[in-house]
């Protein structure tokens, strides 16, 4: 009988027992949004952790949570420990993605300068020493707030011979001072310098 009924009626078999059993609205799982995972104290931990476990990805991340939650050491209420074991992998990648996007780069996009700095595009005659490769590098653990030392790295590409200091917090006038102190020091005379748009 079921079967003639959805022939002719092109109802569905689900509807058509529904209907039967009389109910003709059937009650499917409201869509919509789940609860929010929202709150710097669900963000933080989850930061944390992921931080902790090595930027472990979102899927593994799930699993080690429960492994890892006994061990944060910062206060968290109850709310924030079931909402953490109960996040999805997809939320995970959600909360994460604005992290992940930059991660922990100190560099900052030159867009504006771009068009000012002359830019020299053949390349270097690297047979003769006093051209150098520049580098910073953040020692600032795994968050970029606060004050802490970049070290700034000079690097000759032929003889390899590397120069180090450190800045406090990488102001302009530091880094200047620093690398007028290593162009002293160097034996042999600076000829070009190449650096990413993080060496101001």
Not at 54 to 72: G, Q, T, V
Request: aromatic share 12%; net charge positive; hydrophobic share 35%.
């Amino acid at each position: 009988m079921l079967d003639e009924l959805c022939h002719i009626y092109d109802y569905n078999r689900k509807y058509l027992i529904h209907f039967f059993r009389g109910n003709d609205k059937l009650d499917y799982a409201k869509r919509g949004p789940k609860p929010r995972y929202q709150g710097e104290a669900l963000f933080s931990a989850l930061r944390d952790i992921w931080l902790a476990t090595d930027l472990m990805c979102s899927k593994r991340l799930k699993s080690a949570i429960p492994l890892w939650l006994p061990f944060y050491n910062k206060p968290l209420s109850q709310s924030v420990k079931s909402r953490l074991l109960s996040i999805s992998p997809a939320t995970i990648d959600r909360l994460l993605k604005p992290y992940k996007r930059h991660g922990l780069s100190g560099t900052k996009p030159g867009y504006l300068l771009k068009n000012q700095i002359p830019i020299k595009t053949n390349h270097w005659d690297t047979t003769i020493p006093g051209f150098v490769e520049a580098d910073t590098v953040a020692h600032c653990g795994n968050s970029l707030q606060g004050d802490f030392i970049w070290s700034i790295t000079l690097t000759d590409i032929v003889t390899c011979w590397t120069e180090n200091r450190g800045v406090w917090n990488k102001g302009a006038e530091g880094v200047v001072e620093q690398i007028k102190a290593i162009e002293k020091i160097l034996p042999f005379q600076l000829l070009g310098f190449d650096c990413d748009n993080g060496l101001r």
